[in-house]
């Protein structure tokens, strides 16, 4: 049921006969048997989407999508050079908010790869990477 829900929704954000951005599709984690999601926006029109699985509790990132006209790019821009930009966000000159979320995706999940279809990758790892704080805490942090 989800999985053709968001079947959907991924065919709306990648189609160009809409009247809405064209978007990069970054899947973090594609999950098995998905029962729901949720579209979270973000800042800068970035759309985040939350699923649950069918026998996991809790919720976990499945994707994040990000409008091209953020990266500075257009629709008929290739993957090559999409992938480019995602994998050094200091290319990003147009949005701040853009900048920060691609470096905090790269922080958390090392890498984003090319997938097989068109302006769709994932990322290298889908659990995110642990940030170990190091020195003296103070209480409460």
């Known amino acids: 049921m989800s999985a053709k829900r968001i079947d959907e929704f991924l065919k709306k954000i990648h189609n160009p006969k809409n009247k809405i951005p064209e978007y990069a599709t970054i899947i973090v984690r594609p999950g098995r048997k998905l029962l729901d999601f949720k579209i979270k926006k973000e800042n800068a029109n970035i759309l985040k989407v ?7 509790s809790g919720w976990f990132l499945h994707s994040v999508h990000i409008p091209l006209k953020n990266l500075g790019l257009s629709y008929n821009s290739k993957d090559k050079e999409i992938l480019e930009i995602l994998s050094e966000p200091n290319k990003i000159t147009g949005s701040k908010p853009t900048k920060e979320y691609i470096e905090d995706i790269l922080r958390k999940y090392l890498d984003i790869l090319p997938e097989k279809k068109k302006h769709f990758f994932k990322t290298e790892r889908y659990k995110k990477k642990k940030e170990y704080r190091t020195g003296a805490q103070l209480k409460g942090f």
């Not at 939350?50 to 996991?56: G, L, S, V």
Request: proline share 0%; no cysteine.
């Open 50 to 56: 939350i699923a649950h699985e069918e026998k996991t």
